[in-house]
């Protein structure tokens, strides 16, 4: 399968599943990720920025994917699922410690995605482990669609809220400070970004490995 179509499949799988336990470990990925950059947003940005922080959040998360998409390209491909749940398992164990609280759901999700993962590296099940990378990439554009444009939508009312139901895996609002903007609602704000954020996402999606 060219890794177009497979990318494609890998992010409708993602949308419709998500907010799903199904999804819970690739969510965890995306919310360590938002939380790096914010932590790099707020050092150089600080709190008086919120628009500008809100952009370069949303610029460098899709940085991020695209970087993983480019190197998808190369033999690395086979180490994206293990290197993002190696990250994730870090920025976990970190909060531990840190907080002195342990969470069941989260180590739980970790450690069976990390035993999946030790195994497919054993059984050599290449296809598979391609497959898991792409999902791993895209859950960062699902992430980021929820943030900048469902997240928007579901605070319109309530019926929209209810039917919206993925919504509840969405950690930020992050178009809230474009909301009234130039006079325009933080979901058209959504939008637009989504659309020019996805552009190099969708071109580097093409010609990769295939599985």
Avoid: Q
Avoid at 28 to 54: M, Q, R, W, Y
């Amino acid at each position: 399968m060219r890794s177009e179509e497979r990318a494609g499949i890998a992010a409708a799988v993602l949308l419709l599943l998500w907010g799903t336990v199904l999804t819970y470990p690739f969510h965890l990925f995306t919310v360590f990720l938002e939380d790096s950059v914010n932590l790099f947003c707020g050092k150089v940005l600080g709190t008086t920025h919120p628009i500008l922080t809100a952009l370069l959040t949303s610029v460098l998360m899709t940085a991020t994917a695209v970087l993983l998409l480019i190197l998808s390209k190369t033999g690395f491909a086979y180490f994206i699922p293990a290197t993002a749940l190696f990250v994730t398992s870090v920025s976990f164990i970190a909060e531990v410690a840190k907080t002195r609280t342990f969470e069941p759901k989260t180590g739980i999700a970790l450690a069976v995605m990390l035993v999946i993962t030790a195994l497919l590296h054993l059984l050599k099940a290449e296809r598979v482990i391609l497959w898991e990378g792409d999902i791993f990439i895209y859950s960062i554009c699902i992430h980021l669609l929820m943030g900048l444009v469902i997240a928007p939508l579901s605070y319109i009312n309530e019926v929209l809220r209810k039917i919206l139901f993925v919504n509840h895996y969405n950690d930020t609002y992050l178009t809230a400070p474009f909301d009234g903007f130039l006079t325009l609602p933080a979901y058209a704000w959504g939008l637009f970004f989504m659309i020019l954020l996805m552009l190099p996402v969708i071109y580097y999606s093409f010609s990769r490995r295939k599985a």
